[in-house]
């Protein structure tokens, strides 16, 4: 007699790649350029070339969020980014407006989870 083995719940970070055709490697960089408002973009661009390490924080967070099998997940970890942020405040994000915009991620994230379902 052979047991089932139940599925094991797919992570944003495996849904996400498999979506928007990225490997697992280049998710937290992918996620983060679709998370920027493209207005934002070229700023960013210029702040990364400027300073490589700069979004660190947010690419972090945003490999945290890509272990959420869930939207509730997905919810808890952006909030511990925002405050995040918020803590950390730095210029060049509050002068440019440079920042992961919640909406667009759930925006994504329902999409991603939408498509999984």
């Not at 052979?2 to 992918?30: D, K, M, N």
């Not at 679709?34 to 934002?40: L, T």
């Amino acid at each position: 007699m052979s047991a089932t083995i139940p599925e094991s719940p797919v992570t944003f970070r495996a849904a996400f790649c498999g979506h928007y055709g990225v490997t697992e490697e280049e998710f937290a960089t992918g996620l983060f350029w679709e998370c920027i408002p493209a207005s934002r973009r070229p700023v960013a661009w210029l702040i990364l070339r400027l300073n490589p390490r700069y979004f660190e924080d947010e690419l972090l967070a945003l490999k945290a969020i890509g272990l959420a099998q869930s939207p509730d997940e997905v919810q808890a970890e952006f909030t511990y980014l925002r405050e995040l942020n918020r803590q950390n405040q730095r210029p060049l994000k509050e002068l440019f407006g440079v920042r992961i915009s919640g909406r667009r991620l759930f925006r994504i994230q329902n999409k991603i989870f939408r498509a999984k379902a």
